[in-house]
């Protein structure tokens, strides 16, 4: 099981990405059109600077559902490859079974 401080994190992160969204596409907008002057997209450029750095999409990182690790994660299921196995074999994910041979 994860630390409750790290799975807090990053509910906090994704909710900064999901408030800043529209005005960091807004400034990436204005920052990447060539047909406006230096200096305004310069500005916008700064202002994008000056927002939080977790409000950053590339910040997030995927986390199990269920445990809370980060890593080995099945971004359809939304689980960690343990706690697949464990679901899996209790029988809670339809269709999935242990394979024995």
């Known amino acids: 099981?994860?630390?409750?401080?790290?799975?807090?994190?990053?509910?906090?992160?994704a909710k900064l990405v999901e408030k800043y969204a529209a005005k960091r596409a807004a400034l990436k907008e204005i920052a990447n059109n060539q047909d406006l002057p230096m200096e305004e997209r310069f500005k916008a450029r700064l202002k994008l600077a000056k927002l939080?750095?977790?409000?950053?999409?590339?910040?997030?990182?995927?986390?199990?559902?269920?445990t809370g690790r980060p890593k080995a994660y099945y971004r359809k299921l939304k689980v960690s490859r343990i706690a697949l196995r464990q679901l899996a074999s209790d029988g809670m994910i339809p269709g999935m079974v242990k394979s024995s041979w």
Not at 1 to 13: D, G, L, T
Not at 59 to 66: A, D, F, I, Y
């Open 1 to 13: 099981m994860a630390k409750a401080a790290m799975v807090q994190r990053e509910v906090k992160r």
């Open 52 to 66: 939080p750095r977790n409000s950053a999409p590339t910040r997030l990182h995927n986390r199990c559902q269920v």
